[in-house]
């Protein structure tokens, strides 16, 4: 875990999964960056966390479903969202062509 | 509060004063959205919190404080660092010709 640093550094050429990053840590909270690279939720599976996420998207573009709604949400820099405990979400897809840089801050409830 | 939108979104044209925005509140956590436009901390006066705060600046740039240290840190875009509670800090300037966006994550000791 790193007390400061750059959202935009050490960024690797090559991602053939996605990397998680703690950048903080401090009691019920943790932050921190996501890098995808094409990279989607399989197919059929859903996130379902027992922690709320708010997530920033600061690079790239992702395509983020929620069940029960008919549409994507595309995401691009600067997006944010809350994405409540048990809301089940999945990643349809993210930019294939660029790294996609997201910061997520879990609180557990 | 909203629970969705854009960082870089409803930047107002004036900003006599900075603009603090909730995005977001769970818990012990409150994510907010301030915008300055050349306001910094008035002179001799310190940031001195009773919760940790991690800060990522969005756009623009700010020269930051801590007491004790001898030299400014430099924020520019991506650039984020964790204020431990009690640590004494000001803000020496933003940019004085755009808008600095910061993203700040306060948590609850």
Redesign the interface.
Known sequence: MT???????HIPPDLPAELFET??H????R?ERILSHGQATPEGEWYDQDR?E?V?L?AGSAGLLFDGEPEL?RLT??????IPARRRHRVAWTAPNETTIW?A?Y???
């Open positions: 007390e400061s640093g750059n959202m935009f550094s950048l903080a401090k009691g019920t909270v932050i709320d708010w920033l600061l949400r820099a600067g997006d944010y969202l809350m910061l801050v609180i557990d409830g």
